[in-house]
């Protein structure tokens, strides 16, 4: 079941027209000319609406639940899987998956927020929003991999930190801190994708990488839209415009050198092709660990150090 | 030593800068009493009777720990402004000018090289008044540096933490100064330097979930509100009342996060002896443990070189 954004309205009129005149082909009737041109037709004013997303609907894209998620990537792109769990010290978080496997046949350390795709696995993972446990598994993990020269990939899709009493009282600040301490400190290659939201601290805790790679409609941001809009403006309504004015696009981050390169998406946003998008996604990942293969741990460390405190020394 | 800018004369900049009138009373927020304004000053803005620890701004809060109340200004760092071109109900350009105006700081972070009971020492102090103690770049700027002239000066960083979080004007690169000012505290780390963090009313938001989280010692100020998420947020998300003394100082020290919660006239003594302990220096008052020998040569000893 196909589903369409609200500015999506011209595409989604198209493609049920186009679903009508099926019908009435399988009726018997000769309209496969038509069908091809409104086809064309669907395709372009598609084409031409993701070319110029405004930050709000990317914000929408990026949230989008049929949107490939962390899983899905690694489902897709990682054999021998075995998924790890536990913090070693209070319990185990399901909105931060992580363990190892094989990337193209190397061992790699996968860390990454899970949102869910079905109601049931969307509680599971308590939709992507992790607790103190994830961020101290994440470290749990990222330490291993350094002990076993391993590289490490984060896939960061996330609304931010979870909210909540238990998650304060347990040190949700503190095991933010200490796993963006921990990827800085990696002797190890990382690689970061953020794959659909990057919600403030809760995402930045495993997205100090060597090399940040960001999905053409992510949006990565210090705060939601919807919060800025109701802290500074005093309104929620003003969340698209809070969207605009924060610069929380691929592009925009680009230019502030916040991220390293931008990954296309497929026509329509990922969702529409989850299997291109992830193999986009494979090859991006492949080719920035190839650049960073004979770095020896000291470099691999500076150079994220520098790259960091680099951010913002620059700007035009 | 071009991070020199001045000697500070701490009394001669309080006048410029205060702004409330001599006579004025107050209300303390926790009891109520009302109290002369230039008592609680002068209890290092503590109201005396109810214990409440209100606010301290940069300069008071150098004056309370700095030997002789005299410390070197250190030159921060300047920073693209307004990078984003941001603008909400106001423009950010004009907030920044009204904070500056108002508290005669530049950004929200002040740093300062002196001497804790006679031992070098970098204090970074950020300051409420300048938009809520925010983590914006030159903040962040500022940290850095305060942290990587300890390394210089192989001495120890105490951080003064109060702020309500990132500053949202500047968008991700606020965010960016999580990632950037841990790097700062892992090369003091590196130095083998003590790193001491002081929690103070209100520490808050990505704050909280970089360097002010990641300190060799945490200290709170009584009544202290240090967290990660706001209280509103998380109600709104759990919708359920939170519990007496959540996320005070109180609280985190019960739930180990902090190490000690601290009255602020006890905070100057437990720095230095912090200080000295982590940089195995001798005890001030140290009882004349060698047995005097005759000594053949008079003894120098070494003048403090400022």
Known sequence: ?316 | MNWITNVVRPKIRSILRRETPENLWIKCPDSGQLVFYKDVESNQFVIPGSNYHMRMGAVARMKSIFDNETWFDVALPEVTADPLKFRDERRYVDRIKDARAKTGLNDSVKVGFGKLEGAPVVLVVQDFDFMGGSLGMAAGEAIIRGLELAVEKRSPCIVFAASGGARMQEGILSLMQLPRTTVAVQMLREAKLPYIVVLTNPTTGGVTASYAMLGDVHIAEPGALIGFAGARVIEQTIREKLPEGFQRAEYLKDHGMVDMVVHRHDLRATLARLCRLLTKSPAIEAPPAVPALPAPLPTVIAAPSA
């Open chain 1, 1 to 316: 079941m196909r589903s369409y954004l609200d500015f999506e309205k011209p595409v989604a009129e198209l493609d049920a027209k186009i679903d009508e005149l099926r019908t009435l082909e399988a009726g018997g009737s000769d309209i496969g000319e038509e069908i091809a041109r409104l086809e064309d037709k669907s395709r372009q004013a598609l084409d031409e609406l993701y070319a110029n997303l405004t930050p709000w609907q990317k914000t929408q894209v990026a949230r989008h639940p049929q949107r490939p998620h962390c899983m899905d990537y690694i489902a897709a792109l990682i054999t021998e899987f075995t998924p790890l769990a536990g913090d070693r010290k209070f319990g185990d978080d399901e909105a931060l998956v992580g363990g190892f496997g094989r990337f193209r046949g190397d061992s790699v350390c996968v860390i990454g927020q899970e949102k869910g795709a079905t109601t049931e696995s969307r509680l599971r993972h308590n939709f992507g929003m992790a607790r103190p446990e994830g961020y101290r598994k994440a470290v749990r993990l990222m330490e291993m991999a350094e002990r076993f020269g391993i590289p490490v990939l984060s896939l960061v899709d996330t609304a931010g930190a979870y909210p909540g009493i238990g998650a304060e009282e347990r040190g949700q600040a503190e095991a933010i801190a200490r796993s963006t301490d921990a990827c800085l400190q990696l002797g190890v290659a990382n690689v970061a994708v953020i794959i659909g939201e990057g919600g403030s601290g809760g995402a930045i805790a495993i997205a100090t990488a060597n090399r940040v790679l960001m999905l053409e409609h992510a949006i990565y941001s210090v705060i939601s839209p919807e919060a800025a809009s109701s802290i500074l403006w005093r309104d929620a309504a003003k969340a698209q415009e809070a969207a605009t004015s924060m610069k929380i696009t691929a592009q925009d981050l680009l230019r502030f050198g916040v991220i390293d390169s931008i990954l296309k998406e497929p026509a329509g946003g990922a969702h529409r092709d989850p299997a291109a998008m992830i193999a986009t996604t494979g090859d991006a990942i492949a080719k920035a660990f190839d650049e960073m293969r004979d770095l020896d741990g000291k470099t691999l460390r500076d150079q994220r150090r520098q790259k960091f405190l680099n951010i913002g020394r620059k700007l035009g």
